[in-house]
């Protein structure tokens, strides 16, 4: 029964997912100039959006563990590893954003209240370089994201009916994602496209795949 009751809460994490990633890249907030990226973190849908990315990476993590559960005793290899790359995702990417909340916040505030321009400068060196790291963080949760989808998809493709077809469609999305890990070095415009329409339309119809399938699975488990 717990069992159960967790594939339920899992699949209802699935379906919120689908709502967040929709609201994460719908979300348009342009901040072209410096001092627009140094106001950001004044707007409310700014604060709104990185905390909306954190509770979606607790979903997802929740969601895919859910496919782990069912999956495990079928292949405990590949089932094992794609959690473990799921994990790494969610926790680098809950730590990119809190360290935007917490410090790339503070640096903008401290710049826009500090009074002497070489207190300015030094505020904006730091504001600039911290993307560096930040670009780190984000190569990090792609390449774990992807490598958790194509070991799952990898997983479930040796299935039947509704696993092989969703085992297919988490392949895709990691060949996709990975693809965007690439481009992060080849800066392609075409590839930059595609990766575009694969977070705005894609994902939010694996995800719901995702829900659905765990939803039916809890259904058979007394």
Not at 8 to 21: D, E, K, W, Y
Not at 74 to 101: C, Q, W
């Amino acid at each position: 029964m717990a069992e159960k009751h967790f594939l339920q809460f899992a699949s209802v994490a699935a379906l919120l997912t689908v709502l967040t990633t929709i609201g994460i890249h719908f979300i348009d907030i342009p901040a072209a100039s410096l001092e627009e990226r140094m106001m950001l973190h004044r707007n409310p849908l700014y604060i709104f959006q990185k905390w909306m990315i954190i509770f979606h990476c607790i979903m997802v993590i929740v969601s895919m563990y859910g496919v782990a559960v069912l999956k495990f005793n079928e292949n405990k290899g590949l089932i094992s590893l794609g959690a473990l790359f799921f994990a790494v995702f969610g926790i680098t990417e809950i730590s990119r954003m809190l360290a935007v909340l917490g410090y790339v916040n503070g640096l903008r505030e401290k710049y826009l209240s500090a009074t002497d321009e070489a207190a300015r400068q030094l505020y904006q060196y730091s504001y600039e370089n911290f993307s560096l790291v930040s670009l780190t963080m984000f190569l990090v949760f792609v390449l774990a994201f992807s490598l958790g989808n194509l070991l799952y998809g990898l997983a479930l493709s040796a299935g039947n009916g509704y696993d092989r077809w969703l085992g297919y469609g988490l392949l895709f999305w990691g060949l996709l994602t990975l693809l965007a890990f690439c481009n992060t070095f080849w800066e392609i415009g075409a590839i930059d496209q595609i990766v575009e329409a694969n977070n705005k339309f894609f994902q939010p119809i694996i995800r719901l795949a995702i829900g659905v399938w765990l939803r039916q699975k809890s259904k058979v488990i007394e």
